[in-house]
């Protein structure tokens, strides 16, 4: 009995030990639970810290984008702007549209109205031209005559120094010259005493039979070599045309091509056809304005002045009639060149065969062509055309030649040497 309740006492103190550990434990393992969720509320309560300051970073960064939006001189502020700018642009490229149409439509017509202009001026040009001609037709020149320093006291006697000539020089009966109605004796341009040659007398007849009877008798002064020459007075301009197509007939006549010199037309003897410049009239108003631009080496010369005259040249290499043509055009393109007064030119060239080919035009200065052309010829400058202008001043006389030359040279040798 004893044995028993010790045994009883026995395991009811192991009863107890046991459920003294297993509340042990799950009071352990409730804490760990606890420290766990208290653990994960920390973590969370961290993250939602953490998302609270971004939050709190974004609404600033917010802020300031609206207030950089929608403050002075912010972005909307300057999209504005920049709306204004290009609306104001669209308005001054429509404006500046408009206006380069009309101007477009008053170079078109100013266009029109230069080549009008021209045509007119070229038209009087040939209608004064023609007139002067009229007005000449009954008159000579009587060039050679000795001439001594114009005396006021003693003035020479045209009249007696005329009747000598016809009647000796050129061998016209006495009573025949007596019979001729004279108009006017003069002495043309004014007197030089270093002028090489004396100046030539014009002649003006009462009618134009009595003029024809002192040319029938120029035959006599070639037959004789007298120094006297007498013929027909004309305009310049068709007297330099005829020096011109002498040049011409003799540069024929040296490729045994013959040709007969009829007034003012160079024909061919044995086709009958008539010579015509194969470069053409000098480029007009139409040709510069318009036209394909063509790009082509301009050499430029020296620049003179003389008395209010300015002088300059221009200057390509050539080697054919049409690119003498185009370079003359892209010349006269050139800044203030078909401003000038005269547009002087000269050229020269060989082919292939070895032909040589040259020309030149005075544009008005008359006899400057011609000159301009013997200049280069003289300095063996060959496929080359050269282009002087004039500005007129005040009257300079024969000097005007010196310059054209020298200012026309200058260009010829400052063209690039071909390689």
Same mark, same amino acid.
């Given at each position: 009995?004893?044995? !028993?309740?010790? !045994?009883? =006492? =026995?395991?009811?103190?192991?009863?107890?030990?046991?459920?003294?550990?297993?509340?042990?434990?799950?009071? =352990?393992?409730?804490?760990?639970?606890?420290?766990?969720?208290?653990?994960?509320?920390?973590?969370?309560?961290?993250t939602l810290a953490n998302l609270l300051l971004r939050i709190d970073g974004q609404g600033r960064h917010l802020d300031e984008v609206t207030k950089d939006i929608r403050g002075k001189h912010g972005i909307q502020e300057r999209l504005e702007s920049v709306q204004e700018q290009a609306n104001d642009t669209i308005y001054i490229t429509t404006e500046l549209h408009e206006k380069q149409k009309k101007m477009e439509r008053e170079l078109s017509r100013m266009k029109d109205y230069i080549v009008r202009l021209e045509y007119c001026v070229k038209t009087q040009s040939e209608q004064i031209l023609e007139l002067k001609t009229r007005a000449m037709e009954d008159n000579i020149i009587v060039s050679g005559v000795d001439e001594k320093a114009p005396e006021i006291k003693n003035p020479e006697n045209l009249a007696k120094i005329i009747s000598n000539v016809f009647t000796a020089e050129m061998e016209i009966p006495a009573e025949t010259v007596d019979s001729l109605q004279i108009y006017k004796l003069f002495r043309m341009g004014e007197y030089d005493k270093q002028r090489k040659y004396p100046r030539p007398i014009c002649v003006q007849f009462a009618n134009k039979s009595h003029k024809d009877i002192v040319m029938r008798h120029i035959k006599i002064l070639k037959d004789k070599q007298s120094p006297i020459r007498v013929s027909q007075h004309q305009p310049e301009e068709i007297r330099e045309k005829r020096k011109h197509l002498y040049d011409v007939q003799k540069q024929y006549a040296d490729r045994n091509i013959e040709t007969v010199l009829k007034g003012q037309k160079l024909i061919f003897t044995q086709s009958k056809s008539v010579y015509r410049d194969k470069i053409g009239s000098r480029p007009m108003a139409d040709e510069i304005i318009s036209g394909e631009e063509v790009k082509i080496a301009i050499s430029t010369g020296k620049t003179t002045e003389d008395n209010g005259n300015r002088f300059a040249a221009h200057s390509t290499p050539v080697d054919s009639y049409k690119q003498v043509r185009r370079s003359l055009v892209e010349v006269m393109r050139t800044e203030n060149t078909a401003s000038a007064s005269h547009n002087i030119y000269a050229f020269r060239f060989s082919t292939s065969d070895g032909t040589a080919h040259e020309g030149s035009e005075d544009d008005g200065e008359h006899g400057a062509g011609r000159m301009l052309l013997k200049a280069l010829a003289d300095n063996d400058i060959n496929n080359a055309l050269v282009v002087v202008s004039r500005w007129c001043g005040s009257k300079i006389g024969p000097r005007r030649f010196t310059h054209i030359n020298e200012v026309g040279l200058s260009a010829a040798r400052n063209m690039p040497v071909p390689v």
């Open positions: 009995m004893a044995s !028993q309740l010790n !045994q009883s =006492k =026995k395991r009811g103190l192991d009863d107890m030990d046991t459920h003294t550990s297993d509340g042990e434990i799950s009071e =352990k393992t409730g804490d760990f639970h606890m420290r766990d969720v208290m653990h994960g509320i920390n973590n969370i309560q961290n």
